[in-house]
């Protein structure tokens, strides 16, 4: 609920577009076609990602390290929750009408700039750029904690913050190429988060309401 609150907070500051002027012009964002932003932080950085992804999913038949104090369910869920919370980020995305910081006139584009919750408005640009979809390459990750919590607090508490560290990397990359504003990145780092919170919370195991060592007590009680 605190990082929600913030989240808002900043939201309400517009702090966006003082953020998106500090690198960009009205002649567009020179860090755009950067060869280390584009090809190490960008494709680099996205194809790195789908081969955790492609190795999380053998790591289920085929587990490697603290993985194999996991049992299997827990090793699918950790999977899975990567793999959705990248859907789930990807799905809002494609839904959204609001245009990346390039696409703005402030910086050479013909969009306006419309709040992203503003979902019926359109702000004259092509859309689809919020949240941030390149942000859930290293995002995705963090719903790994509530998994790797069970066997280790400190490796599940190492693995998140890579992710989250991973996460504001990207999303900072992008941003000083004009393709997302703050916000972008830090409300998918949010989405990710309540998608392997709700996942956990659906897959976790749950221990028994009574023991059984309990039972004979209590019939030894009665007798």
């Known amino acids: 609920m605190a990082a929600l609150a913030l989240l808002l907070a900043w939201d309400a500051t517009g702090g966006d577009l003082a953020l998106a002027r500090l ?3 009205p002649v567009g964002f020179p860090w755009r076609d950067n060869a280390f932003l584009v090809r190490v932080m960008h494709e680099g950085a996205k194809n790195l990602s789908w081969l955790l992804v492609i190795a999380l999913f053998a790591a289920i038949r085929w587990p490697l390290g603290i993985l194999r104090r996991l049992p299997v369910r827990a090793r699918a869920q950790l ?3 990567v793999l959705l919370s990248v ?3 990807s799905a809002i995305k494609h839904a959204s009408h609001t245009s990346c910081p390039w ?5 050479g584009g013909m969009a306006s700039h419309v709040s992203h919750w503003a979902w019926r408005l359109y702000d004259g640009g092509p859309g689809g750029c919020f ?6 390459a290293a995002f995705a990750y963090v719903g790994g904690y509530f998994v790797l919590r069970r066997v280790s607090h400190r490796t599940a508490a190492v693995w998140l913050g890579a992710a989250v ?3 504001l990397a990207l999303g900072l990359a992008q941003q000083l190429r004009g393709a997302h504003y703050m916000s972008h990145t830090l409300w998918t780092g ?5 998608v392997g919170f709700a996942i956990d919370l659906v897959a976790a195991p749950r221990s028994s309401s009574s023991s ?6 209590v019939m030894h009680a009665g007798t």
């Open 103 to 107: 696409d703005l006139r402030e910086f």
């Open 23 to 25: 690198a960009g012009s």
């Open 212 to 217: 059984p060592a309990a039972e004979p007590a």
């Open 131 to 136: 949240p941030a979809g390149h942000a859930s």
């Open 190 to 194: 949010w989405i990710c988060w309540v």
């Open 87 to 89: 859907i789930a980020v």
């Open 165 to 167: 560290a991973a996460g």
């Open 79 to 81: 999977a899975f929750t």
